[in-house]
């Protein structure tokens, strides 16, 4: 089922989700196989000709264009980091942030976006948390922003309840007070169509283990080139404008390089950054927005059971606010896992219940699956409607 795409086609490139009923991808993504072909082809390489480094080193080149691309920026905005709590910290550290000065974020949001600022505390930055709800926007940061306040940093889309937060309305609050803007997208990439610079971020990190489809380790980091004064905590030969040719350091030769590649470290996670290649292509393929509308169904179709079974959904259940993929219902995981797991289907602990999550593979008959075991089963009535209002 599928008004997008040929769901049943791309289906066949993830044997996972053949053997077993995968509602995980907000976890990780299971590996397709042209992501698997990259990596495997990597690996050949390696095995058969010590390296074509240059080779290896221009598909580095020809991914972070795609990456570009599908972000609607330049290729020198990006850099590969190692996951998304190093794209955090590497924006944390570059705001240069004083004693005295605050940030503001979301109260729960990822522990490994607040933690990159919380660091900052040392330094006598104060990082102040406005509350969560089912709608953040502008109006949300409003009321806290005072003469100290210099940056916003939230994550996109949330990953224990599926909240789509509107970042667009809190990066053109951003603008309007001259501060920086600094979002997580690692829930929303690969699902949520995003486009950077409407975005009005200094920077956007993320890994790229769920919608992007790469096994752990390969982050990215979008950084506003607008921001040449924004320069990296951290250096390495290749973060330098130029490198010298003999490699001897010089330590009056320190500055960065005019791209994003100041942040980046040391060599690069290169079977990783070559998977990435492999997987845009085929999301490109699709088209990140039917990913989207997929999913968006997909959830339609999970609230609607839902709602027919009087359980609970946890987070917003508009499309307006909600995320495509992620929807936490409210059957407690300790009661509840298991039974999932002994049935072969895959999905999260979370907060407040069971986290299911969409890929671009999945299809209602996965959703009728897991209503089927959740009807078998039956439900208390804590995990109700009702029980929410009372
Ligand atoms: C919003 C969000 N940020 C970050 C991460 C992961 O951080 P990292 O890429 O550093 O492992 C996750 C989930 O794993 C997430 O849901």
Redesign the pocket.
Known sequence: MSGHYDVDAVRKEFPAAERMTYLDS??QAPLARPVKAAIDLFLREGLETAGPKSVWLDRVEQTRAKVARFLGVSADEIAFT???????NIAANALRLRAGDNVLMVHG??P??AYAFLNLQRKGVEVRFVPMTDVVDAASFRPHIDTNTRAISM?H???HAGHRFDIESVGGLCAEKGLHFIV?V??AIGVVPIDAKAIRASFIG??S??GLLVP?GL?LLYWDSAHAELEPAYLAAASLAEIPADLIARPDKLTPAPSARRFELGNFNLPAIHALGASLDLIAQIGVENIQNHCFDLGDHLIAALDALDIRLVGPRERKHRAPHIYVVALPAAEWLGYFEENGVRVSPERDGIRVSFGMFNTSADVDRLIELIRRRGVKTSSKVAEKAA
């Open positions: 907000g976890f190692k996951n998304t709590s190093e794209s955090m949001d990822h490994n976006n994550s889309v949330t990953f997580d690692m829930q993320s890994g283990h769920k752990q982050g």
